[in-house]
C-alpha cells in the first residue's frame, strides 16, 4: 500500500492520475447511451435530494459507475468509491474521478486481497451515512470491523444476486442494523442487466481474453438464472452447441423446453471446450470435472465471487510451471499431457477481460441506484433495518423512461378495459 493511503489522510489511491484524460473521453462516451440516468442527474441537479449526504461505493469502477457517481454527486452527495473486486478497476475512469471530480477513490487494477480490503476500509474511514454495495463487501467489513461506525448510517443500497443473498442471510441472523433496498430485485435490473448484459459481456470477455472462435464449439454454462440464460442464448447466437448445468429442477426443465441439452457436470466436463461458470454458488467446477475435461479447455467464471472454479484444485493438479500465454489466460500442464486454461483469474471474466455491460443496459441498473438512493434517503425515518424491495413506481418509472428514450410508443388501458381489469363479475 503507498503512503499516500493512510486512513483520512489521503484523498485518493489509483494507479496513475495522468490517465484522467483518456477515462474523462470513455465516461463521456458511456454517458451517451445513458438518457435515463442523466434525466435523472439533470432532475438531482436541480432539486439536491442528496444535499450533503455522505455516500460510500463499493462498485465495479467502470465508465458507468463514475456516471452514476457524477449523477449521485450533482444530487448533493460527497461520494467516497471503492473497487467490488480486484480486477474490474478500469484505472482511467478511477484517475479521472479523483482528478476531474475531486472524489475520494480508492481503486487499482489487479490489487491484491489485503489492498483490496484497505480500500474498503479508506471507505469506511470517511464516515459514510449511506452504503452502495456490489456483493456485500463494504456492509459486511463495516459491520463486522466497524460496528461504531454504524450509528450514522441511515441506508443502503445493493446492486447484485449474491449481495442480496448474503444480506438476507446477515437480517436472518439479526445483525444487519440499517434498512438496506435490493436493487437487484428491480425488474428493471435483472431482467436487462443479469441477463443481456452478462450475456455479452460474459463472451466478450471470454473472446477478448482468448480471441477463440465459438461456433462449432460446446460451451458449457453452469446456472441457469438471469445470467446463464443471457449467457446461453448469446452462446447459442455465436454458433454453439450450448449445455446446461443445474440444481434447481424448475429451471433445469426451463433450459430443456429453451432446446439447450442439461446434464449433471461430470458428464458435461469431458464434453465442454468452453466452460463458464454463474451460479452464485462455490466449486462448480473442480478435481473431477479438471481431469476429464478435454485437452486445452478454456474455464471462466461471471459470478459474482471468485469461488465458482476451485482453484486450489486446478494448483494441485498442474505440473511444473504454469503459463501465462496471454494476459487473462493461464494455462495449467496437469501432467498427463493435458492443459486446462483459467481465465481471468476466475474472477468475473466480463469486467475482468472485458468492459463490464454496456453502457445502455448499466442506465437502467443505475437509474435504480440513484432513485432508490433518493427514496431511501426521503423515507429514513420510517423505514425499518432489513432488505427492501424496489418501490414499483420505481421500476415502471424507469421502464417508461427507457422505452421513450429508444423513441417506442405503447398501448393505454382504455377506460373500458381499466373497468373489465378491475371486476370480477365480468368473465364473459
Ligand atoms: N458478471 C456480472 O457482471 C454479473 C452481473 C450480475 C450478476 N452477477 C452474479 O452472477 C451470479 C448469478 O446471478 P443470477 O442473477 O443469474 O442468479 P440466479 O439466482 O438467477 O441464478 C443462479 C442459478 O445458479 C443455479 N445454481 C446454484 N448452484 C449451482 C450448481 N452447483 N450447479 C449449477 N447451477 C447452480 C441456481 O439454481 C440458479 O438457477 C451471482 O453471483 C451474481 O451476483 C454477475
Not at 383 to 402: C, M, N, Q, S
Request: glycine share 8%.
Amino acid at each position: 500500500m503507498p503512503s499516500q493511503l493512510t486512513a483520512k489522510a489521503s484523498k485518493f489511491d489509483v494507479k496513475d492520475v495522468s490517465l484522467a484524460a483518456e477515462g474523462n473521453r470513455r465516461v463521456a462516451w458511456a454517458a451517451q447511451s445513458m438518457p435515463v440516468l442523466r434525466a435523472i442527474s439533470d432532475r438531482f441537479a436541480r432539486s439536491q435530494p442528496l444535499k450533503g449526504l455522505r455516500i460510500g461505493a463499493c462498485l465495479h469502477v467502470t465508465t458507468e459507475t463514475a456516471n452514476l457517481m457524477i449523477a449521485l454527486a450533482a444530487g448533493g452527495a460527497d461520494i467516497a468509491l471503492c473497487a467490488s473486486n480486484p480486477l474490474s478497476t478500469q484505472d482511467d475512469v478511477a484517475a479521472m474521478l479523483a482528478v476531474n471530480h475531486g472524489m475520494h477513490v480508492y481503486a487499482v487494477k489487479g490489487e491484491d486481497n489485503a489492498r483490496y480490503y484497505q480500500h474498503i476500509e479508506a471507505v469506511i474511514q470517511t464516515e459514510p451515512q449511506f452504503t452502495m454495495d456490489d456483493g456485500c463487501d463494504l456492509v459486511t467489513t463495516l459491520i463486522s470491523k466497524f460496528p461504531e461506525r454504524l450509528k450514522t448510517v441511515v441506508g443502503g443500497t445493493e446492486e447484485t444476486t449474491t449481495g442480496v443473498i448474503r444480506l438476507r442471510s446477515m437480517q436472518k441472523d439479526g445483525v444487519l442494523t440499517y434498512p438496506i433496498v435490493a436493487v437487484n430485485d428491480a425488474l428493471t435490473k435483472h431482467l436487462f442487466d443479469n441477463r443481456y448484459g452478462t450475456g455479452q459481456s460474459t463472451l466478450d470477455g471470454v473472446i477478448r481474453a482468448t480471441n477463440t472462435l465459438v461456433a462449432g464449439k460446446t460451451v458449457v454454462v453452469a446456472g441457469y438464472g438471469w445470467c446463464g440464460r443471457g449467457i446461453a442464448q448469446r452462446a447459442r447466437g455465436l454458433g454453439a452447441q450450448v449445455v446446461i448445468t443445474e440444481i434447481d429442477p424448475t429451471k433445469a426443465l426451463e433450459a430443456t423446453m429453451d432446446g439447450y441439452a442439461v446434464m449433471p457436470m461430470s458428464e458435461a466436463a469431458p464434453r465442454g471446450d468452453i466452460f463458464i461458470t454463474v451460479t452464485g454458488n462455490s466449486k462448480v467446477l473442480r478435481e473431477e470435472h479438471f481431469l476429464v475435461m478435454k485437452n486445452g479447455a478454456l474455464v471462466a467464471n461471471s459470478g459474482h465471487f471468485n469461488v465458482e472454479i476451485d482453484i486450489e484444485a486446478l494448483e494441485r493438479l498442474s505440473e511444473g510451471e504454469k503459463s501465462k500465454p496471454r494476459e487473462f489466460v493461464e494455462q495449467y500442464q496437469l501432467g498427463d499431457g493435458r492443459s486446462v486454461c483459467l481465465l481471468g483469474e476466475g474472477r468475473l471474466i466480463n469486467l475482468a477481460a472485458a468492459e463490464g455491460h454496456p453502457a445502455s443496459v448499466m442506465d437502467m441498473s443505475f437509474a435504480n441506484q440513484a432513485l432508490c438512493a433518493e427514496y431511501l434517503y426521503k423515507h429514513r425515518a420510517k423505514l425499518k433495518p432489513g432488505v427492501h424491495t424496489v418501490p414499483h413506481e420505481i421500476d415502471a418509472e424507469i421502464a417508461r423512461l427507457k422505452l421513450a428514450s429508444l423513441g417506442v410508443n405503447i398501448d393505454e388501458l382504455t377506460a373500458e378495459q381499466k373497468h373489465y381489469l378491475a371486476s370480477w363479475s365480468e368473465g364473459t
